[in-house]
């Protein structure tokens, strides 16, 4: 059974920076999303089985790094810049694919989610 389990998250000031964590067992492509109150979940960043095949929202390119970490069976999202409209609850979660993607529906298991606040 897949295990992910997110943290990281908290209250940063408006240009400031945050490192989410997802911890993840097993081998898969690895996403980022977030949702924010009254909207719609959405992609934020997704990282392939390479490495160095990697994709971003529009909205976060340049400001957010995804990264993973075999060893330790690791994914982390490293926010840059932060925005107060990047104020949501990040999820990480797995998909079924072989090449990093942003579609929602291509994932199948889930984190908790962590919440990050920034203020202006």
């Known amino acids: 059974q897949v295990q992910l389990v997110d943290s990281g998250g908290g209250l940063v000031q408006a240009g400031g920076s945050l490192r989410l964590s997802c911890a993840v067992s097993g081998r898969y492509v690895m996403g980022w999303f977030r949702q924010a109150p009254g909207k719609e979940r959405e992609a934020v960043a997704a990282i392939g089985l390479q490495s160095d095949n990697r994709t971003y929202a529009d909205s976060v390119k340049g400001r957010f790094t995804i990264s993973r970490d075999y060893a330790n069976k690791m994914v982390y999202l490293q926010l840059d810049r932060l925005k107060p409209e990047d104020t949501a609850v990040y999820y990480c979660?797995?998909?079924?694919?072989?090449?990093?993607?942003?579609?929602?529906?291509?994932?199948?298991?889930w984190g908790q989610g962590t919440q990050v606040t920034v203020s202006s």
């Open positions: 979660a797995a998909a079924g694919t072989y090449a990093a993607t942003l579609v929602v529906r291509e994932y199948v298991h």
